[in-house]
């Protein structure tokens, strides 16, 4: 006696989930940190908050949009050991999936803080734009007024860089020079 065929309704669907699970195992693995891949990052110790052993992670990977994510994330920065510096780079196959990534990832980010942001926390935009990228934004993190990071975010070509400082507080005019020299390189 063999076993009834399921119909038709439950296997189509069950094939597809079979399908997306296999295709996110083989696609969307972690892959390997190459140094030009780490050359094409801003790192802590760039811009003069270098992080303590152990305190830095890499990570690269696919995203479902076919980009490639490169992130780094440095934390224990600071004289008191607080600050944070989180980067990811999207590496677009095409430039209007860049500029659609950039403006995602500006929108969100604003939204993103006003949602979690107290009564006396600002995410406050500044009129900075960096000559050497197709398209940037900066804005000052602010509590009670005053400066205690940065959210920058700029295009160059189709990859989209975003740094977000956390409790770091660096001139624009000091942090610019490094963001070129590694943004500009191509991962």
Known sequence: MSRP?????IAV???CIAAVALFAVFYLKPMEVSDADRAALVLSKDIGFPAPDGNETFSKSRTMSAATELHYRAFGLGTH???TLDEITFDYFAQPSAVLG???IALGG??????AAGKNQSMQPRDIHFAWADDSYWADYRVDGNIVGAFVLARV???VHFISLNGIVTDAQRLE???REHWTKSP
């Open 5 to 9: 065929r399921p119909p038709l309704r």
């Open 13 to 15: 669907p069950a094939a």
């Open 81 to 83: 050991g607080r600050g």
């Open 102 to 104: 950039f403006k995602s």
């Open 110 to 115: 604003k939204g993103g803080f006003a949602l």
């Open 157 to 159: 070509g189709n990859a």
């Open 177 to 179: 020079p490094v963001l």
